[in-house]
């Protein structure tokens, strides 16, 4: 609970520098609605987060309130009750959940349904508090091509929006936080889009949600306050446990094992060192090491991964590429550089397991 | 092949051989043990981060990092750890020339007092193009010139990129930036033309006898380089071209497609200086014009043709100082 029982807070998840304008858009346009209803407030962004990098996850913030904000000013939002993703792959990466506030609210831009959402926080404690999730596809939000300098602060233009439009047009619906009326009169030209949102979002209330539920908090708020100062330096051909990048993924790298010639440009051109080529005397230390290379954290339960994605590597099933899926960051470089384009884009939903689930720590 | 490399007062290109120096034939061959390993926050498609893993698989195992403020601290850094299976050090933006020749000159101390009986370490340091050419370039002047056994690195993301993308001296004319917004006073975005970074270290300190430009797109390319400059006794410099996606507006997957453009528009000329005699690596048979690479990128987004054919003009000026002369081919 917030220190303020008035207070709502909604932190919007994001993709680092491809949705940060977005991600703004969306706080700064609905806290900028709430104030013109007589709230008081704020607008802010996760200081950790900044400077934020491609496909980072990352956080925006807007604070409600009827009465002035008293809550401290500590540049995160502790107990949102309101969390916007402006995909669903960072529901799978990330414990978006985290400090919800009893009663919260999922919104998920993503064309999956709810259910699917739902399937994607089962293994969270905070599963408890969450009352409601829907999800609406706002069309995709990537601008890749847009110039980045000044990103850090900017925000979309109002007139232009789209999918910050529609995500608007959501909460309204949703939360009913702000109206949808204060909203189209502060940005008359994405009214449709804004309609759009409040005529399509589908919502679907959680059945694990328990009014009455204390344990998820306690079991939260328990463990709070400890963070390990010292992470050790990684071993050479190691990797630094200490920042774990898997959940940046959008896409997931697929090698076809048949295809692929080991020619190792893919190896020579991965920033993150992610790929490692399969030698025929490691094929039988891999076979038996398949199980656990999967990559996630979920420690090999990822039973709908194809055995040539899941990065357990062979050479007795002619397996000569492993991804190391618990570093990659789905950049694209080694499907782009493919001579044989033998490796494709898959998107990260589409397998069961693998979630990376990173909790920020500070 | 150019003939006279007038501003260095050299004859006619040599082979110049730097001995001692293991070469990496082609990709098969490359080394395979990972001193820059997973787990580091920078951009997914990071040019820069792919510098730093091919220089440190090329160094190996007895090397020393030091690294300036930018990207490569602090998104490398994040969370309290860092992703190098080998020493490294943070150094002030300003000053990471100073903090190897420390180095260097500490190691020299404890072998002549006998404390240290090792292998002389390969000492490198990494830095940004505002960490080499702008706020850091008095400091790697002087090691330059003091004639310190290290490497100085200059990976080039052409922006001060970690604080949110601000021009630098090397930041392309026409590029969008924070502090260089294309608008109705100042319609190219950057006004000037960059510094030339190589040729200010090598006219200017004698003591350098290897200095190299790489790119990531060239892999190969650049871990020999690196190799030959660790080969070499005495102060080496490398300039390596290092596309940004956050910076250049790109998507993550073109990273590499982004560099080989720079190489094919002669933005970036791939070249070595051994013994003050320049040698070009590759001269692409047929040059593709700037536009190319300009229609590529989110920054260059607002260029007119006018402002291009600036661009074009200042590459051809270059490339004929460098005696390449390609042509590009009418379209
Ligand atoms: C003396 C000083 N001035 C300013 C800064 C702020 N600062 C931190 S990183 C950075 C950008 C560095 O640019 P560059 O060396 O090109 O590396 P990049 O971030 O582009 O990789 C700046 C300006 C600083 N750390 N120290
Ligand atoms: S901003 Fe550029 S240099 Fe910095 S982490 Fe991102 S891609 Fe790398
Ligand atoms: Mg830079």
Known sequence: MALQPNLIEVTVWYRGVVEGRLARQVTNSLADAAQTEGSYVQAFDNYTDLPDRVYVPCRSYARICPEPIAEPYTYVNSNPSLVVCTDAALVKGCNVLKGIDPGGTLIVNTRRDPEFVLGLVKDLPQKARLKKVATLDAGTAHQPNTPQGGIEGSTEKAGTMRTAAALLGAIAKVTGMVSLETLTKKAPAAAEMMAHGYAFVRELANPDYDPNDTASEAAEFGRRGKVDLIVPAPLPNGSQEGHITGNYRLQRPVVDQKICTACKICWVSCPDACITMVKDDEAAAAAAAAGEADGGLDGGADGAVPAAADGGGSAATGEKVKVNLKYCKGCGICWNVCPLKCIKPVDELDFAGGVVRITYSI | ?331
């Open chain 2, 1 to 331: 092949m150019p003939e006279t490399i007038k501003w260095l007062g050299s004859e006619a290109p040599t082979e110049v051989r730097i001995e001692g120096y293991q070469e990496i034939k082609n990709v098969k061959d490359a080394p395979d043990v990972e001193y820059y390993v997973p787990g580091h926050r920078t951009c997914a498609g990071c040019g820069p981060a792919l510098a730093y893993r091919l220089t440190a698989l090329a160094s190996g195992k007895n090397t020393i990092f030091a690294g300036p403020t930018g990207c490569m601290y602090v998104a490398n850094t994040s969370y309290l750890c860092g992703p190098w299976a080998v020493p490294w050090i943070h150094t002030q933006i300003t000053n990471g020339g100073a903090v190897i020749s420390g180095i260097e000159a500490s190691y020299k101390a404890m072998i002549r007092k006998k404390k240290y009986d090792g292998e002389f370490p390969n000492i490198i340091c990494f830095a940004g193009d505002g960490g080499s050419a702008d706020i850091g370039l008095q400091a790697l002047s002087g090691c330059m010139y003091r004639g310190h056994d290290v490497l100085f690195i200059c990976y080039d993301n052409e922006s001060y990129a970690n604080t949110g993308i601000q021009t630098s001296p090397m930041t392309p004319y026409g590029a969008h930036t924070t502090f260089t917004p294309p608008g109705p006073v100042v319609p190219e975005g950057k006004k000037t033309f960059p510094k030339d970074l190589l040729k200010m270290v090598a006219a200017g300190h004698p003591a350098v006898k290897y200095l190299a430009t790489a790119s990531i797109a060239y892999p190969v390319d650049l871990m020999n380089k690196v190799r030959k400059a660790l080969a070499h006794k005495g102060p080496t410099f490398m300039h390596i071209h290092a596309p940004c996606p956050k910076g250049w507006a790109f998507e993550s997957s073109k990273t590499l497609d982004i560099g080989k453009l720079a190489v094919d528009t002669g933005m970036w000329t791939l070249y070595e200086i051994v013994n003050g005699q320049v040698k070009v690596n590759y001269a692409p048979r047929r040059r593709k014009p700037v536009a190319e690479y300009v229609q590529a990128q989110g920054r260059f987004g607002h260029l007119t043709p006018e402002m291009t054919e600036r661009l074009q003009a200042f590459v051809d000026s270059k490339l004929a100082e460098l005696g390449l002369l390609v042509p590009i081919p009418a379209v």
